[in-house]
């Protein structure tokens, strides 16, 4: 994400706060009610962001992460197409060697 995504994204939060709140003043709550209950919202939304980062870190669905195994998984097919036919079968025979052992 750009610095320029961050800006909006809180300029975003922080005028979505006060819609909310001009929203409950207008559905008739006096202004220290509206208050407290936008900052409800706001806080609830905020630990609910909070939640799903926390899952996604957890279950290694960052960006990050899937790049990464993207870029190997690349490295990896890369690798098998330059072999020749005789190191391929060389490499099956060592997995299967590997695979009789356990």
Do not use: H
């Not at 809180?10 to 209950?37: R, S, V």
């Not at 072999?83 to 060389?90: G, I, N, S, V």
């Amino acid at each position: 994400m750009r610095r320029i995504d961050i800006i909006a994204i809180g300029l975003g939060i922080f005028a979505g706060g006060g819609l909310i709140y001009l929203l409950l003043q207008a559905l008739g709550l006096n202004t220290q009610d509206a208050g407290i209950w936008s900052q409800f919202i706001l806080v609830c939304g905020l630990i609910g962001w909070i939640l799903s980062y926390l899952f996604r870190v957890v279950t290694q669905q960052m960006t990050y992460n899937r790049q990464l195994q993207d870029y190997q998984e690349a490295v990896l097919q890369k690798r098998l197409q330059e072999l020749t036919p005789e190191e391929l079968e060389k490499l099956q025979a060592e997995i299967e060697q590997e695979n009789s052992r356990k």
